[in-house]
């Protein structure tokens, strides 16, 4: 099993956290594409390419809706050209609700994807605009390798519903997924969904990779679930599913009984913002943990979103996601326990799984 961790897109710090991580024996470090919220995902990953050497370097995810795609190409081709081979570019819908916009449709990450699958491949495509424009394009100056397709660039699909793991299938090397169930059968039904659209393009219906991206928490002897470190650690990411119900974005009746009540009783907090300034409300608080916000912080939903866990338990735990077609751990962070996080993981499971 690989390790890799995600880090906030903070150009002040991005040198040193993918220093750090490689360092520690992490095989990735992504950067996260949240414009208005961080700092631009390609500016950081340049400048980590400058300060390591081994440690692959992620776009974790680019979104469709914040470039055209052959921006997002030549942008990762970029990279690949600084770090000497070591990008892989992660892509997905993006988080438009942060805007406060509807997500895109199927068919425009439909049309991305096969632009951005023909330009790493060929160098080459023929693109069309959503306006109905259309173009042959190609990289151009190739031998003065202001960007590099070569080595290959990975393409991974971020996807945690039926139809992008058919995308995925369809267009990618492999997948990304988080915002599901860290569990063998999530995973399984995921790769159902992959095989579906591999068929379609007649490709290998396994994924070359598939990155699970969800928080990990190795616990100590004295700790439990409700520990106050235990709930500073995981507590983001069950209130970053919270807000996707508040969102409307994610059904609560899709979770157990027990998570979905408190995921109704978080949502109802926003009730008395602005139907308009919702999204920015709850974007405002995104990859954090207010004070007040962790009374919604249950042992029951950090046991569905997340891995925690004594480390035994976490080892067997992931050697089941590996049976299950696992292959790496993308670790996620809060904003405030990137480097806690990097050390624990190194020193607790890399090398031990």
Known sequence: MEFSIHAPSDPRSAAENAKF?????????????????????????????????????????????????????????????????????????GTRSALGLAPLSISDLKGQL???????????????????????????????????LDPPIPLYVAASAPKMAALAGEFG?????????????????????????????????????????????????ADSFNAPRVISRMGFSVLMHFRLCALGLVDTATLPAGIERMAEIYKSSFAEVPHEEQHLAVWERHHTLASGERRYVTPEAIK?????????????????LEQAGVTEIAVSTSLDDFRETVEEISRELIGRV
């Open 21 to 93: 991580a490689e360092e520690r024996g992490f095989d990735q470090i992504w950067f996260t594409d949240y414009p208005m919220s961080f700092g631009d995902v390609f500016v950081c990953l340049a400048i980590a390419a400058q300060t390591t050497e081994r440690i692959r370097l992620g776009a974790g995810v680019a979104a469709a809706s914040n470039r055209i795609a052959p921006v997002t190409v030549s942008s990762i081709a970029t990279i690949n050209a600084l770090s000497q081979g070591r990008a892989v570019l992660g892509f997905g819908s």
């Open 173 to 221: 090397d492999g997948l990304i997924s988080g915002g599901i169930s860290p569990t063998p059968e999530a995973i399984a039904e995921l790769l159902v969904h992959f095989a579906d659209g591999a068929r379609i393009a007649e490709r290998s219906s396994a994924p070359r990779s598939l990155v699970l991206d969800v928080p990990v928490c190795v616990l100590r002897l």
């Open 304 to 320: 569905f979103f997340t891995l925690c866990g004594a480390r035994g338990d976490l080892i067997s735990r992931i050697k089941a």
């Open 114 to 148: 096969r632009t951005i699958r023909a330009l790493l491949d060929n160098g080459a495509a023929d693109y069309e605009e959503r306006g109905g424009g259309r173009a042959k394009i190609r990289f151009l100056h190739r031998e003065r390798e202001f960007m590099k």
